[in-house]
């Protein structure tokens, strides 16, 4: 079993920035994939961004790229999801993820198995 606790979030106004962080634990969490989803009332979540085990590889949102920036500390088992150039789409409910990656010719795809609880990011006009 692998935990998940997020913080970071908060509010925000157009074009400021936010650092979420995602802390894991459980025996075997450093071995998988990590990332971020998002999701607002009435849609479905979606992906943000995710990193490979080793953090060799990344991929993000088109929504996002250019704007987001994941990283992983290994040795804290952590992810952190930078969000520079925020705007009000962005305003969501981010959730962390664990679980496996896919590296294909159009991006990384993210099979999550394990979500933490999530924390708001209200971005104002």
């Known amino acids: 079993q692998v935990q998940l606790v997020e913080s970071g979030g908060g509010l925000v106004q157009t074009g400021g920035s936010l650092r979420l962080s995602c802390a894991a634990s459980?025996?075997?969490?450093?071995?998988?994939?990590m990332g971020w989803f998002r999701q607002t009332p009435g849609k479905e979540r979606e992906f943000v961004g995710g990193i490979t085990w080793n953090g060799d590889n990344t991929d993000y949102a088109d929504s996002v790229k250019g704007r987001f920036h994941i990283s992983r500390d290994i040795a804290k088992n952590t992810v952190y999801l930078q969000m520079n150039g925020l705007k009000p789409e962005d305003t969501a409910v981010y959730f962390c993820?664990?679980?496996?990656?896919?590296?294909?010719?159009?991006?990384?795809?993210?099979?999550?198995?394990?979500w933490g609880q999530g924390t708001q990011v209200t971005v104002s006009s």
């Open positions: 459980g025996r075997t969490s450093s071995s998988y994939a």
């Open positions: 993820t664990a679980g496996s990656a896919t590296l294909t010719t159009q991006g990384m795809i993210l099979t999550p198995r394990y």
